[in-house]
């Protein structure tokens, strides 16, 4: 039915290009021409599928593939020359001709831009503008209206986007409900080299308060950063490396504190720019006590963090970049569950990160016309601590588990002109490579030392001047040692492979309110270590932990559609996915305790399994002050091989709703979230209760001097007693956090 309903929209879609692409009907007249090209006034590419037409007449045609156009049995004399494209400025261009004449006339157009959402660079290496796949970013007052501890709680309630909870600082958003290293959570484009994809104790190694842009791709985008991404993509911009700067100087100074947990947190950004260059240097602290929720205060969660950076950039006629260098340091305790829990024990992590960028943009007058290369060098330390207390007094701290891992990443991303059928594309070579050591007393799994290469392409054909087409296509080659320590020390394990993932598209837009994207994509997604080898109590997570070393490679199959219309006041976007995988890694719970740490025993099992889901949002302004918004997403994953049972850890049913009041100087709002029970679950796995959280929000804006904005929220208004399906925590005996009131500032000069 799904493949029907498909098959029938392109049929309809082709249909529509066709017609609008038909060359207009010509009448009678001499043997008078004109032929030409039509090129982007900024890059001089040839636009394919563009519009022109002989004023007053009805004679016009289409560029062709090359950006070429003949016009023939024009009458003789002076004429006016209409060019008009979706997304260019309109061009006219006056001529004489006189009978029997052929004339070359080239015209040149600005790209103006569709008007939908802004580009989300992180879905196209050409920034073209055309998704094929769900996204959006955010910047500016949007990021601090959403400021949080985490990136988890401060992308959780966007469409299709989940978090995995596990207290404060290690939240993690979970796409879809796809985790791990399903998703990719990058930083300016590069791996960030941490490993919180690889446990839920592990956290992302950045303040959010450092982020200057947040962009998410729902769905596969994973050709230019890895092969495993079915599940999208998260790219954390900081603008430590300056692009874009103002001679003198510029910053930004903020402060942030909520009641929920008497959090503190403070950032700030100092820019000085020449004409050619800028530096530029920030700083993060934030420190925060226990949780508190509507039953009393969860102990083990208070956090102190600092993230601080420096960078310089430059730019001359044919280029521009910059290094950036920057450090943090997290320092985060965690809860353990109902019947593990000890008034004189604490877990707390320890985890610091280094991390040296560079990034090089040129031009080159030839095919290859534009380059980047970026390169990031990284060392990330954590430990996992137990320590116990004696009247509040530390008596003893020991290092259970140790990570020390070095990473290195590298992408070289060379774009071409467009040529014949192809309109921009890219090519593009990554190398990865790291190296992980893993000590400490309870070392449950070996360390890992992982190469990769991989060349990659993306390409787009204009098939119209409402279709166009995308395909791209990435070969990796990886090879992964495990790495013996005092608890493995025998081991001598090696597993090579060769992937291949790849994307084919279509973007259509039968009008400029209207925008329709479809996708089909495969994923490959080699084990990482603790599933592969894991065996023993990974004390930070609260769980005993199971390997399986003959588990194969995952393999991801994925379809995604989605509808973006706006008019008017109204916008509107709906999409639906489907995602299959051969050999689906499972965390699975087996309902068995290990009887020396008294942790829940989970096992890494393969089996085949398919998600199906889908998101909804909507947005109309009813006055030009006044706003309201709804948005849902639902997703349902079953293990369907060997056994027919529902996926662990998959979100409920989800819908929310807001209305805003934006009077200029200020704005007022309010919203309710939903969240459905969820009974479908895996064994061995507990059911959540349904909830409906209550939140208010007001925001004020000043210009003196700068740019002042102050945000007060109200979250969990009615103090709603509440257990998030995603939360780590082992019984889930903990609730959620209670009502907080959190106050920001931010001066922008």
């Known amino acids: 039915m799904k493949k029907n309903i498909i098959s029938t929209y392109l049929l309809i879609f082709l249909f529509v290009s066709f017609a609008f692409g038909k060359e207009m009907e010509q009448p009678a007249g001499t043997d008078a021409n004109i032929f030409g090209h039509v090129l982007n006034a900024e890059t001089g590419n040839h636009i394919p599928f563009i519009n022109l037409m002989i004023k007053n007449t009805r004679i016009g045609a289409l560029t062709d593939a090359s950006g070429h156009y003949m016009l023939t049995n024009l009458p003789a004399g002076r004429h006016t020359l209409i060019v008009k494209g ?55 007052e949007a990021l601090q209206r959403r400021s949080e501890v985490s990136f988890g709680e401060m992308l959780d309630g966007e469409p299709g ?80 490396i300056p692009e874009e700067w103002t001679r003198g100087s510029s910053g930004v100074l903020s402060a942030q504190g909520a009641t929920v947990n008497n959090m503190g947190a403070g950032f700030g950004r100092y820019t000085f720019g020449g004409d050619k260059w800028a530096t530029t240097g920030r700083i993060a602290y934030r420190k925060a006590g226990n949780v508190n929720t509507p039953v009393g205060e969860i102990p083990s969660t208070a956090l102190e963090n600092y993230d601080g950076a420096i960078g310089f950039g430059f730019e001359n006629d044919k280029s521009n970049g910059g290094f950036a260098l920057s450090m943090g340091s997290q320092n985060f305790q965690l809860p353990e569950s109902g019947a593990l829990q000890n008034p004189d024990e604490t877990v707390e992590i320890r985890a610091d990160r280094q991390l040296l960028r560079g990034k090089l943009n040129f031009k080159i007058n030839d095919f290859f016309d534009k380059a980047q290369l970026r390169l990031n060098s990284s060392r990330f330390f954590q430990q996992e601590m137990e320590i116990e207390y004696d009247d509040g007094d530390i008596i003893d701290e020991n290092i259970e588990i140790e990570f020390e891992k070095y990473n290195i990443s590298s992408t070289l991303t060379v774009q071409h002109r467009a040529t014949g059928i192809f309109d921009r594309g890219a090519i593009g070579l990554n190398l990865q490579g790291h190296h992980m050591d893993v000590g400490g007393d309870e070392a449950y799994t070996p360390g890992e030392k992982r190469y990769t290469i991989a060349m990659f392409t993306f390409q787009e054909i204009p098939l119209s001047n409402i279709l166009r087409m995308q395909f791209g296509v990435r070969l990796d080659y990886q090879r992964i040692t495990a790495l013996p320590n005092h608890l493995f020390p025998e081991i001598n394990v090696s597993r090579d492979a060769l992937n291949y993932s790849g994307s084919i598209g279509l973007n259509i837009r039968p009008a400029e309110q209207i925008e329709i994207g479809a996708q089909f994509a495969r994923s490959h997604r080699n084990p990482i270590t603790e599933e592969l080898f894991a065996d023993g109590p990974h004390i930070g997570a609260g769980v005993y932990e199971v390997g399986c070393e003959k588990l194969d490679d995952e393999v991801g199959h994925g379809g995604d559609l989605f509808i973006k219309f706006k008019y008017d006041r109204f916008k509107a976007e709906a999409a639906g996915f489907v995602n299959h995988f051969r050999n689906f890694i499972i965390f699975r719970p087996t309902g068995e305790h290990d009887p020396d740490s008294g942790y829940p025993v989970f096992k890494y099992i393969g089996d085949e399994a398919r998600m199906i889901g889908g998101e909804v949002s909507l947005s109309w302004m009813i006055t030009d002050r006044l706003e309201w918004d709804v948005s849902l997403d639902y997703v349902n994953g079953k293990q369907i091989g060997e056994e027919t049972r529902y996926l662990p850890y998959i979100p409920p049913f989800r819908f929310g709703s807001g209305v805003r009041y934006d009077y200029g100087q200020g704005w007022l709002g309010t919203g309710v979230k939903f969240a459905n029970k969820k009974s479908n679950i895996a064994p061995n796995e507990e059911t959540t209760d ?60």
């Open 86 to 140: 979706m997304g260019y400025e309109t061009v006219a261009v006056e001529f004489k001709i006189e009978e029997n004449q052929t004339k070359e006339i080239n015209v040149k157009t600005e790209y103006k831009g569709i008007a939908l959402d802004e580009i989300v660079l992180t879905s196209s290496p050409t920034a073209s503008g055309f998704s094929y796949q769900p996204d959006q970013s955010f910047i500016g």
């Open 690 to 749: 349904g909830y409906v959280l209550l939140g208010a929000q007001a925001g004020y804006r000043l210009d003196y001097g700068g740019r002042h904005v102050i945000i007060l929220r109200a979250e969990n208004i009615l103090d709603a007693e509440y257990r998030d399906h995603l939360s780590r925590i082992e019984d889930r005996n903990i609730p959620m956090p209670g009502r907080n009131f959190n106050l920001a500032y931010r001066f922008y000069f």
């Open 161 to 240: 986007i989940a978090m995995r909870s596990m207290g404060p600082t290690p939240s993690r958003p979970v796409i879809r409900g796809l985790d791990g290293d399903r998703i990719l959570v990058l930083q300016d484009g590069e791996r960030m080299g941490d490993i919180s994809h690889s446990a839920a104790d592990h956290a992302i190694s950045m303040d959010p308060l450092a982020a200057s842009r947040v962009e998410v791709v729902r769905g596969p985008a994973s050709l230019l950063y890895g092969s495993s991404a079915l599940g999208g993509v998260i790219n954390i911009m900081t603008n430590d």
